[in-house]
């Protein structure tokens, strides 16, 4: 954000963001919300990552599991993000209680009966190379899952992680939002494969896009999309021109009204040339994902990255005034409301109405 000076007095100028700029915040989503990437948390390993307001203690025992507590020591408050990982105890640095990978209290630090004060614990999924903590607004405990994925090539996954203003629907949203593909993406033009398939807690919907760049001319992308709530994207993306297939992991995580944390993983791989003999299709093949891993995994950030100044300054806007060309949005936020609290007194989701007048902006 750009500042001037005028008669002494700091002029703000520019865009104010989301979380800055007072306009309504989503409630938080429930659901699975990704916390950090496996290879952050080794063995004996305490990070303190905040998820819908609060802080989540994330720690990996001993015997390679992971557990996820909520941060304040039962005995005397103490946060355990200060903690340590003693094989599978987790050891408040307060007073030294240690909890055991169920939560409770196995020993104090001065020998004396440990008191029957569990930690509280919250249901964590490590999978396809994230791991992530299960947060529901009426306590409920899972009621589905995020699976593993195949895997694609050879090499390590990719990751990154950015903190932004913005909301977590918004991301998810982009998948079905057609139009801002040409506007914002530059891809020359892109289509919906037959309509988004909406089972439960995930979606799925087929893309194809149609490019062109130096060299290459015109060519296709075909991407595949699997939805898992308001948390995870899991893209197959294939050019078929390049042999180029990319499997990429989008996860944002609501961790303050309008604001949130966006993490990536990107995995890559290449066909191996039918026109040559196997060992050597195969060597081609690595050669080609060890030497453009770097490259394709900048450009993949890049293209998510076109996102981002909108959704850090962008308000939820409902209804929208929808348009031709939008994408099938109307749909996927009538999906979306199962993830959010009910207002007392109504049997109505929160955002119920809200979708409903967004229907007869479609209908206009």
Same mark, same amino acid.
């Given at each position: ?10 002029? #703000? ?5 989301? /979380? ?17 990437? #496996? ?7 305490? *990070? ?23 941060? +304040? ?6 946060? *355990? ?6 094989? /599978?105890?987790? @050891? ?11 939560? &409770?209290?196995?020993?104090?630090? +001065?020998? &004396? ?19 992530? @903590?299960?947060?529901?607004? /009426?306590?409920?405990?899972?009621? =589905? &899952?995020?699976? /593993? =994925?195949?895997? !694609? ?8 992680? =950015? ?19 040409? &506007? ?27 490019? #062109? ?7 296709? @992308? ?88 909108? =959704? ?9 005034? *929808? ?5 099938? !949005? ?9 993830? +959010? ?24």
């Amino acid at each position: 954000m750009g500042e001037s000076r005028e008669y002494g007095r700091v002029i #703000s100028e520019g865009p104010t963001p989301a /979380d800055a700029a007072g306009a309504p915040a989503l409630p938080y989503p429930s659901g699975w919300a990704a916390l950090a990437f #496996s290879d952050e948390l080794r063995p004996g390993t305490v *990070l303190t990552r905040p998820l819908a307001g609060q802080d989540v203690v994330l720690y990996r025992l001993g015997s390679g599991a992971i557990r996820a507590v909520r941060p +304040y020591c039962p005995h005397l408050g103490a946060h *355990l993000g200060l903690a340590e990982v003693d094989g /599978d105890d987790l @050891v408040c640095p307060f007073h030294f209680f240690a909890f055991g990978p169920d939560g &409770t209290c196995v020993r104090t630090g +001065y020998d &004396t009966a440990p008191p029957r004060s569990p930690l509280s614990q919250l249901p964590v999924l490590e999978v396809n190379g994230a791991v992530f @903590v299960w947060r529901h607004h /009426d306590g409920r405990e899972p009621d =589905w &899952t995020i699976p /593993d =994925w195949h895997v !694609i090539g050879h090499r390590p996954a990719r990751s990154a992680a =950015w903190e932004l203003a913005g909301n977590v629907q918004e991301v998810i949203e982009n998948s079905v939002d057609l139009g801002h593909f040409a &506007t914002l993406h530059g891809w020359n033009r892109a289509e919906i494969g037959g309509p988004v398939v909406y089972d439960d807690a995930t979606f799925h919907v087929s893309m194809r896009a149609h490019e #062109s760049a130096p060299l290459l001319g015109d060519f296709v @992308v075909e991407v595949e999309v699997d939805g898992y709530g308001l948390g995870c994207l899991h893209a197959d993306v294939y050019t078929p021109r390049l042999g180029l297939r990319m499997c990429t992991m989008v996860m944002p995580t609501a961790i303050a009204p309008n604001r949130m944390q966006f993490r990536q993983l990107n995995r890559i791989a290449f066909d191996e040339p039918s026109r040559l003999p196997a060992p050597l299709a195969r060597t081609v093949s690595r050669t080609a994902a060890r030497l453009l891993d770097r490259a394709v995994f900048r450009s993949s950030c890049e293209f998510t990255a076109a996102d981002f100044p909108i =959704w850090h300054h962008k308000q939820y806007q409902q209804p929208p005034r *929808l348009a031709q060309g939008d994408g099938p !949005i109307g749909p996927f936020r009538r999906w979306a409301r199962r993830f +959010y609290p009910v207002p007392p007194g109504q049997g109505r989701p929160m955002l119920l109405d809200l979708v409903e007048r967004t229907e007869g902006a479609e209908a206009r």
